[in-house]
């Protein structure tokens, strides 16, 4: 890799943080500071912008770069990723999008809290939000990181501590001054530009093997060296027993957690009406759909035209392959076209973690101030402003972020985006269905529901081969590791559901039927939505 | 939400009035509102509207729809995830040229995805949205009428 790349790869990843920046200083300077403003953007943002905007947050760079990458190693079994990522989107549409848009105002907690005891219950959701939101947030900062070392080849660990603290400054800039109207207009610029380079890429593979998809399959299948089993599945899942069940436990964290996701659910508010939101869903599925089928021609286009072995000398996790193959398909290192579409890649993945995190942040501050914040203040105390109390919260986050960043800065840290996942789908998931749909739930069944999945979705981890015993471990000098798979989804989330249905038979309390009335009432047809 | 005016004529919003479908008039309080009361009667409209006929009918399209639909497309992806883990040996039997079964089903599920977000789009566009959005006003005018203010 040449000065040049770098060069320019910087110049259009400053160019997009001054547009980021722009943007959000407009925004700021026509803000009134109200909590509608600061957590949900005004409600005014169109379905077609908000669809771009959960696609912006959804695409991370570790679906751009991870999973084609995967597929240039691996062949079939990186497509498996893809496929739990976009499913997942139908439990959010089927179950989620509209109900919580028509009975919540900003968090997860809204909807959950609405027919309980309001405090034990909003404790409960704040806490396991924040806690997914900064898993993400850590898997998020960390990439960032390597991602410098990989792209620009300064692998010294100064550069990589920079860059985890710039990225936490920037997006505790874009929350705490602009809201998420600022948030939102970063995910659709940063949507656009990366569907563009995925767009751009995908045509340029299939120019390259003429259109002919069969003869791409087949030059990657031959130049990976494992032939016809390079496009079936096995090659990286199909291990011992551990680790298929490892694979069918990751995919139902996949599928089930994106509906818990709170950086997600609180787009649904930035629209105006439950039809809006539904329209929101229907753009992002298109767009996310489409991505992972971009990337999955990305995948095997890199292994047909790279090939996985200097693929794999690149980066053993293979994800420099969409670099590689972009320099190689703009005429090979050296010439200007290689370098000009090897820097928009590196820009664009940087716009990618700068635009995710951001969203997280926002998320997870809101969770703190309307949650956490808003329950355990003294009753008499003095009285905040809830946003002044977001933007504080931003920073804390991201402080707290940088921290953790810089100290797993050398940990290969790619559970976390599964382990945050899960979380979702053993935490979040199960009390937000039992509120929707559950007439006898109660506030007790809330409060076992949230714990109930977050408790063992933690602990497994910590008895789990990623943390010990084993020497890809965090701490491979010792060993407690208890529990086989990497990824609890597979116990947890049906504990979590377990534990919801469990406190909910043993509490004594009567379940509100005036309230459940309201909570279904309001979540089919809107009345009283704000 | 629960606002409270004392000097808001009750009688002039929402009196007697019908929903349209076929729910009788609820009691509307005669006179001016304690703030507890009017609470009460606020959530008494939603038990009310949640036994209406319009409503249980727009739940039940919800559901009848909703609940096949998840309960498909979950089977769909689990049977997917566990047949490309447990029998790689019938997922790469190969179909034509280099496409596999494992192929055809990976990409099945994307167009099966498609297919559902199509469907539920236009079953909640054709069959809820119009009735939905009737209860809205509905439910809101006789809460507001409950409450003796505007809310």
């Known amino acids: 890799m040449t000065g040049d790349h770098q060069t320019l790869a910087l110049l259009l990843f400053s160019g997009f943080v001054a547009v980021t920046l722009a943007i959000t200083t407009w925004v700021s300077r026509r803000r009134h500071g109200s909590a509608e403003e600061f957590y949900a953007g005004g409600r005014l943002f169109s379905p077609m912008e908000n669809g771009f905007a959960i696609a912006g947050d959804y695409m991370s760079a570790a679906s751009f770069l991870g999973i084609s990458g995967l597929i240039a190693l691996y062949g079939y079994d990186g497509l498996l990723y893809g496929v739990g990522f976009l499913v997942a989107w139908l439990v959010v549409l089927y179950l989620v999008a509209e109900l919580v848009r028509n009975c919540g105002r900003f968090t ?33 900062m960390v990439g960032a990181g390597s991602l410098v070392a990989l792209l620009l080849g300064r692998t010294s660990g100064a550069a990589q501590a920079w860059t985890v603290i710039g990225v ?21 610029v940063k949507a656009v530009l990366l569907l563009s380079g995925t767009v751009v890429l995908t045509v340029l593979v299939l120019l390259r093997f003429h259109g002919d998809v069969d003869r791409l399959l087949l030059t990657a299948a031959e130049r990976s060296g494992q032939g016809r089993a390079f496009l079936a599945p096995g090659l990286k899942y199909g291990g011992d027993w551990n680790s298929r069940l490892d694979f069918v436990s990751l995919g139902l964290a996949l599928v089930l957690g994106t509906a818990g996701l709170p950086h997600i659910l609180s ?32 995948g095997f286009g890199a292994a047909a035209v790279v090939g996985p072995r200097a693929v794999r000398g690149s980066n053993a996790a293979g994800n420099t392959a969409v670099p590689l193959l972009a320099l190689d398909l703009g005429g090979g290192a050296g010439s200007t076209g290689g370098t000009v579409l090897f820097a928009v890649v590196a ?19 809101a969770s703190v101030a309307h949650d956490l914040y808003a329950s355990l203040r003294r009753r008499h105390g003095k009285h905040r402003s809830e946003v002044a109390v977001a933007r504080w919260a931003a920073a804390g986050i991201g402080v707290v972020a940088i921290g953790l960043g810089l100290l797993a800065r050398d940990l290969n840290v790619a559970f976390l985006v599964g382990l945050a996942f899960a979380v979702a789908a053993s935490a979040n998931l199960p009390v937000l269905l039992y509120s929707l ?15 109930g999945g977050l408790l063992p979705a933690i602990g497994l981890v910590l008895l789990s081969p990623v943390v010990s015993g084993s020497p890809e471990s965090l701490f491979p000098g010792v060993d407690f590791q208890y529990f086989p798979l990497e990824n609890p989804g597979i116990v ?29 009432v309001r979540s089919l047809t809107g009345a009283g939505a704000v | ?53 319009a409503f249980q009918e727009v739940r039940g399209r919800y559901r009848r729809f909703v609940v096949p639909g998840v309960t498909a497309f979950l089977v769909w992806y689990v049977a997917y995830v ?70």
Do not use: C, K
């Not at chain 1, 559950?438 to 076992?448: E, K, L, M, P, Q």
């Not at chain 2, 009788?24 to 609470?39: F, L, S, T």
């Open chain 1, 108 to 140: 997860l907690a809204d909807v959950v809290a609405a027919r309980m005891s309001e405090r034990p219950v909003r404790i409960a959701a704040g806490a396991s939000s924040v806690t997914v939101s900064v898993l993400y947030l850590v898997a998020q």
């Open chain 1, 437 to 451: 749909f559950w007439r006898g739930f109660t506030t007790r069944g809330a409060v076992w529901a949230v714990y």
């Open chain 2, 1 to 53: 939400m629960a606002y409270e005016d004392p000097w808001y004529d009750t009688s002039a919003s929402g009196w007697g009035e019908l929903d349209g479908a076929g729910m009788p008039a609820p009691a509307v309080p005669a006179a001016r509102a304690e703030p507890g009361a009017a609470a009460a009667r606020a959530r008494d409209v939603y038990v009310e509207v949640q036994r209406s006929e």
């Open chain 1, 347 to 365: 820009a664009v993945a940087f716009a990618t973690i700068l635009a995710v995190v951001a969203g997280i942040t926002l998320a997870s501050s």
């Open chain 1, 267 to 298: 787009r649904f508010y930035t629209v105006p009406t439950a039809r809006a939101a539904r329209r929101s869903v229907v753009w992002s599925i298109g767009l996310i759909g489409g991505f992972y089928l971009m990337t999955i021609v990305l």
């Open chain 2, 82 to 151: 566990v047949a490309a883990t447990t029998a790689p040996r019938l997922m790469a039997r190969p179909v034509v040229g280099a496409v596999n079964v494992g192929m055809l089903a990976g990409l099945g599920q994307f167009v099966t995805t498609f297919l559902f977000t199509w469907a539920y789009a236009r079953h909640a566009r054709l069959r809820r949205d119009r009735a939905a959005l009737e209860l809205r006003w509905d439910t809101q005018e006789l809460a507001r009428g409950a409450q003796g203010g505007n809310p």
């Open chain 1, 168 to 188: 936490g400054a920037l997006m505790v800039i874009y929350v705490s001054l602009g809201g998420m109207r600022a948030t939102t207009w970063i995910q659709i």
């Open chain 1, 492 to 520: 947890s989330i049906p504990l979590g559901f377990l534990a919801g249905w469990l406190g909910t038979v043993t509490s004594d309390e009567v379940p509100d039927e005036a309230g459940y009335a309201e909570t279904e």
